[in-house]
DNA sequence: TAAGTTGTAACTACCATAGTTACAACTTTT
DNA sequence: AAAAGTTGTAACTATGGTAGTTACAACTTA
């Protein structure tokens, strides 16, 4: 069980946004090339960005941009708009539990609390980090490399 | 995408076993009843636990017994036995993002730590959870049905 | 109008979860 | 030693989600 790759790609294209945008047209084959993930898969991430009021895309001219500022979107936003859990929870539970024992009728009540700690903590981490910090970290490493292949 | 019901399964069954094994066998049967789960996926979880070192069970005889103490039981143990990520982390990385690209060649770098950290976060809320709580809870609700039931 | 792009539907391939059936191996009871 | 009950495991199915793919209408700009 793993979250899904959905999540990094729409941190990497987001970064892509931030990066390319201004001297170019960050289209979804753009995206597609640099995540080495299909366009249609790119175009339906940017979808769901588009939707959670992370980026703008046009049809027709095309290219993405951001809409808000880079330390306002968290991991947390990012993670929230691709990787829908809808109401379940990070946690699945087993659906039918026998209300008959005792442990099988309290054990939802006795869990629910602790579970939704342990995703609590989880997502207090994601949003304690932002894109701003993300694409910082991405511009220092690629300046590093410029130097590098200078010498 | 969510965490295998396995896991609530897990802790369902090992609570059933301290609760229930001072009285009675407690078989896979008994504990497929309780859950509301397949007989079958009862032994396989039982096996994981087992391979764990959390629980005991005896072939021919039957009924599973806890090898720890409660207290020594985190739900992080619980979750590593059950829902295995392998070698894999819990978030899962596109896999083929383009070298050619600066934003491609280093984003895996930028993400691993932050990811690390915030599967870290998910890990040590489920560590400072024991089976020891998670049971006393159990009891203390049980008992008051019981007190409700009385009057 | 032509070229390039987005948004979306429809389909496929693949994999993991969970259920199910079946049965050999084992323990205990009689 | 036979019978009954149980575990461990293999093999198979059903289901659902992820991701890839093809196709195309709607749109924008040159």
Same mark, same amino acid.
């Given at each position: 069980m793993q979250i899904t790759s959905r999540f990094t790609v729409a941190v990497h294209i987001l970064t892509c946004i931030e990066i390319f945008s201004e001297k170019m047209r960050v289209t979804s084959e753009f995206l597609a090339g640099s995540t080495g993930v299909n366009a249609v898969i790119i175009r339906n991430v940017l979808g769901l960005l588009r939707t959670a009021g992370i980026v703008e895309t046009r049809q027709g001219s095309g290219g993405a941009h951001l809409v808000? *500022?880079?330390?306002?979107?968290s991991l947390y936003d990012i993670y929230v708009a691709v990787d829908s859990l809808d109401d379940n929870g990070l946690f699945r539970f087993?659906?039918? *539990?026998?209300?008959?024992c005792p442990v099988g009728r309290n054990i939802h009540k006795v869990m629910d609390r602790r579970l939704a700690a342990a995703q609590q903590a989880l997502e207090n981490e994601l949003r304690s980090m932002t894109l701003a910090d993300v694409v910082a970290e991405t511009r220092a490493i690629i300046c590093e490399d410029d130097k590098g292949h200078a010498t």
């Amino acid at each position: 069980m793993q979250i899904t790759s959905r999540f990094t790609v729409a941190v990497h294209i987001l970064t892509c946004i931030e990066i390319f945008s201004e001297k170019m047209r960050v289209t979804s084959e753009f995206l597609a090339g640099s995540t080495g993930v299909n366009a249609v898969i790119i175009r339906n991430v940017l979808g769901l960005l588009r939707t959670a009021g992370i980026v703008e895309t046009r049809q027709g001219s095309g290219g993405a941009h951001l809409v808000r *500022p880079l330390g306002e979107i968290s991991l947390y936003d990012i993670y929230v708009a691709v990787d829908s859990l809808d109401d379940n929870g990070l946690f699945r539970f087993h659906e039918n *539990p026998n209300a008959q024992c005792p442990v099988g009728r309290n054990i939802h009540k006795v869990m629910d609390r602790r579970l939704a700690a342990a995703q609590q903590a989880l997502e207090n981490e994601l949003r304690s980090m932002t894109l701003a910090d993300v694409v910082a970290e991405t511009r220092a490493i690629i300046c590093e490399d410029d130097k590098g292949h200078a010498t």
